[in-house]
């Protein structure tokens, strides 16, 4: 490890990973430091992405479990909803295998000329005149100081280095989804499809997902709000309860855990000398939950952005603001938002709305797939939904 | 007292999002709780996927 560097990435997940292939495309150095032994494990995620994946890698057949050609919808009185690609617009997605996938997404920054280390925690900021300089990095038993023209934060959920910068990181516990995950096997799924299960009785204001890994094999999962988790409630108690019914047979060959934001993003992504991205910004979509995608983007993002400061010889936080700006106002940024408005909504909704709202989906004719369409239809048969519709169709539109 | 039941907890960092004083830290696969810090808000043994967090009384 050398002592200085013109960027330092803390974190090697996804984002981390591809600001580090950026910043060494750009020809400067730069070092990814990760805290856990392995890159990519133990995996914390339900691995689903869809297909604007290819828009950021090309992917490889290696880190694909499942090609996805659909999603079901189950609501809270088990009709179900079948979503197929036509509707959606021809979408497809993946369910990844991410102990493969976050590897080579390191490998390819290492071959681009990147520094990798892992086994090695940053455990204090460095910060000078009120600028982030670097990171003391604990590795191997040993206390080092790195410094860099910028710091890259991609430390994910925890998100503890831009806390030591003075950011505030933290998650609000009703917008914390606490998720528990069992890779199973030996059970009855159909391989092309993804399933989302709803209802407060399933995953109070969350919901249980059945992400296929291929033949008779998925990742069985749940995320409830932090809000509704306490002792004897908590997502393993309900994903037991929803195993003991639908799969009692199958076999648990790993269990997962983890945090994912459904906030808004920090309301400032850079400092002077620092980028934060991914997770560690808040960046997860507040109603799927899923954060590969836009960790994967921001991560690519900052590393160009760093590397355009530092030929400029600028790494103020005003430079450094073109990374905040530019995500905002993409598609991603904007996603963002009308999600969080859309979640704020449909959290709200009792179980018999929820139950309504797929039965008259299910009555429409998919062939005319259009916004405008089904929010005729829906106010239709669900007249109540009109004092949330002017929001909602603001937020479709 | 927050106390860390290490064979029950997945060291997933969930909990370390939503502590306000920033006082866990996970290191590699063990948490830590640094009791300077702590102010015993309860928030991180409530949001904990697997229930590996207590707090217990002074006594
Ligand atoms: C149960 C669950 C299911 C999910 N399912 C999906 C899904 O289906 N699809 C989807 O798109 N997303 C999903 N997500 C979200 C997805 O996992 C994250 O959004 C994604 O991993 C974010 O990437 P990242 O690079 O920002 O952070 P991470 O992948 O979390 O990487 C951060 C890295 O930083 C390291 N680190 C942290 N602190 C330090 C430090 N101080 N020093 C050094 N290293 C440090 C960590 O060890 C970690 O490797 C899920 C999450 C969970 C918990
Ligand atoms: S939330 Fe629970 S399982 Fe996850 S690290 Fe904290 S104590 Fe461990
Ligand atoms: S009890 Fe509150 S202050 Fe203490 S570690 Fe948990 S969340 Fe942080």
């Given at each position: 490890m050398q002592n200085k560097y013109d960027v330092l990435i803390i974190g090697g997940g996804p984002g981390g990973a591809m600001a580090g292939k950026a910043v060494?495309?750009?020809?400067?150095?730069?070092?990814?430091?990760?805290?856990?032994?392995?890159?990519?494990?133990?995996?914390?995620?339900?691995?689903?992405?869809?297909?604007?994946?290819?828009?950021?890698?090309?992917?490889?057949?290696?880190?694909?479990?499942?090609k996805i050609e659909g999603a079901l919808l189950v609501a809270p009185d088990g009709q179900t909803l079948e979503?197929?690609?036509e509707m959606a617009g021809n979408e497809v997605g993946y369910v990844l295998d991410r102990k493969i996938f976050d590897r080579e997404l390191v490998w390819k920054a290492a071959n681009a000329g990147c520094d990798v280390f892992v086994k090695s925690r940053a455990s204090s900021a460095i910060i000078k005149d009120g600028k982030v300089c670097g990171a003391t990095i604990e590795s191997g038993g040993k206390t080092v100081e790195v410094y860099a023209d910028v710091v890259i934060a991609a430390d994910g959920v925890e998100s503890k280095f831009a806390r030591w910068c003075g950011i505030d990181t933290t998650v609000p516990m009703a917008e914390i989804e606490t998720?528990?995950?069992?890779?199973?096997?030996?059970?009855?799924?159909?391989?092309?499809?993804?399933?989302?299960?709803?209802?407060?009785?399933?995953?109070?204001?969350?919901?249980?997902?059945?992400?296929?890994?291929?033949?008779?094999?998925?990742?069985?999962?749940?995320?409830?709000?932090?809000?509704?988790?306490?002792?004897?409630?908590?997502?393993?108690?309900?994903?037991?309860?929803?195993?003991?019914?639908?799969?009692?047979?199958?076999?648990?060959?790993?269990?997962?855990?983890?945090?994912?934001?459904?906030?808004?993003?920090?309301?400032?992504t850079v400092a002077d000398g620092?980028?934060?991205?991914?997770?560690?910004?808040?960046?997860?979509?507040?109603?799927?939950?899923?954060?590969?995608?836009?960790?994967?983007?921001?991560?690519?993002?900052?590393?160009?952005?760093?590397?355009e400061c530092i030929a400029s010889g600028d790494c103020s936080k005003k430079?450094?603001?073109?990374?905040?700006?530019?995500?905002?106002?993409?598609?991603?940024?904007?996603?963002?938002?009308?999600?969080?408005?859309?979640?704020?909504?449909?959290?709200?909704l009792k179980d018999e709305k929820l139950n309504s709202i797929v039965n008259s989906v299910n009555k429409l004719d998919m062939e005319i797939f259009d916004t405008k369409y089904l929010i005729r239809e829906l106010v239709k048969y669900n007249p109540w939904l009109l004092k949330d519709i002017g929001t909602l169709k603001r937020l479709l539109d | 007292m927050l106390v860390i039941k290490r064979e029950v907890c997945g060291y997933c960092g969930a909990c370390v999002s939503v502590c306000p004083e920033g006082a866990l830290e996970l290191v590699d696969a063990y948490l830590t709780v640094d009791p300077e810090n702590c102010i015993e808000c309860g928030i991180c043994s409530k949001i904990c996927p697997l229930g590996a967090l207590e707090m217990k009384n002074a006594e």
């Open positions: 060494a495309e750009a020809g400067l150095s730069c070092c990814i430091i990760e805290k856990r032994p392995a890159i990519g494990a133990p995996v914390r995620c339900a691995e689903g992405v869809g297909n604007e994946i290819s828009e950021l890698v090309d992917l490889d057949p290696k880190w694909i479990s499942s979503l197929n690609p998720c528990v995950q069992y890779l199973m096997t030996d059970i009855d799924i159909d391989p092309g499809l993804n399933a989302f299960y709803l209802g407060r009785e399933v995953a109070p204001e969350g919901y249980v997902w059945i992400f296929s890994k291929g033949e008779r094999t998925a990742n069985v999962g749940i995320g409830i709000s932090g809000k509704m988790c306490k002792e004897g409630k908590r997502p393993k108690d309900y994903l037991d309860a929803f195993i003991a019914e639908h799969f009692p047979n199958g076999k648990i060959i790993e269990l997962i855990v983890g945090g994912v934001s459904a906030c808004k993003p920090l309301a400032c620092l980028i934060i991205v991914g997770d560690a910004a808040r960046l997860s979509d507040p109603i799927t939950g899923g954060g590969i995608i836009n960790a994967m983007y921001t991560g690519k993002l900052a590393g160009e952005v760093a590397a430079a450094l603001m073109k990374y905040d700006t530019e995500w905002r106002s993409s598609k991603m940024g904007k996603g963002l938002k009308r999600n969080y408005q859309v979640k704020e909504i449909f959290i709200k | -």
